[in-house]
Nanobody
C-alpha cells in the first residue's frame, strides 16, 4: 500500500532548528513533485516549499514561500526515498502542523504549492512543530 510517513518535528525554542522528513513506501518519490504544507489554528493553509521530480521528467525546480525563504531548505535523498525540510531560525509564527504531499509533476512548483489539498493524491500523516520558549 502506497503511503508516506513523516518524521521529525517537535518543540523548539525561537531561533532554533528542526528537520522534517517525508519517506514513501510502495512508490518512488523521485517521480513526484513533493511539497511541504502547513496549517495553524486560525491561519490559512500554506504551501511553504515544493520540489519538483528528480527523475528527469521535470526541471527539478524548488519553490519557497516568501514567509520561509532563506530559512527553510528542501532536499531529496532518492536513495532513501525521502524528502527533507530543514527549518532554521524558527520564530513562533512557524508553529503549525506540517504535512508532506506528493503529486505527479504536472505543475510548476509554485503552482503546486498553491494547489488545493483535494488535488494532492498522497499525504503524510502530519507532524506538529511548536516554536515556543
Amino acid at each position: 500500500q502506497a503511503q508516506i510517513v513523516q518524521s521529525g518535528g517537535g518543540l523548539v525554542q525561537p531561533g532554533g532548528s528542526l528537520r522534517l522528513s517525508c519517506t514513501a513506501s510502495a512508490f518512488s518519490l523521485k517521480h513526484y513533485a513533493v511539497g511541504w504544507f502547513r496549517q495553524a489554528p486560525g491561519k490559512e493553509y500554506e504551501g511553504v516549499s515544493c520540489i519538483n521530480s528528480s527523475d528527469g521528467s521535470s526541471d527539478g525546480s524548488i519553490y519557497y514561500a516568501v514567509t520561509v525563504e532563506g530559512r527553510f531548505t528542501v532536499s531529496r535523498d532518492d536513495a532513501k526515498n525521502t524528502v527533507n525540510l530543514q527549518m532554521n531560525d524558527l520564530p513562533s509564527e512557524d508553529t503549525a502542523t506540517y504535512y508532506c504531499g506528493a503529486l505527479p509533476p504536472t505543475l510548476t512548483t509554485e503552482r503546486f504549492c498553491g494547489v488545493a489539498p483535494r488535488h494532492i493524491g498522497h499525504w503524510g500523516q502530519g507532524t506538529q512543530v511548536t516554536v515556543s520558549s
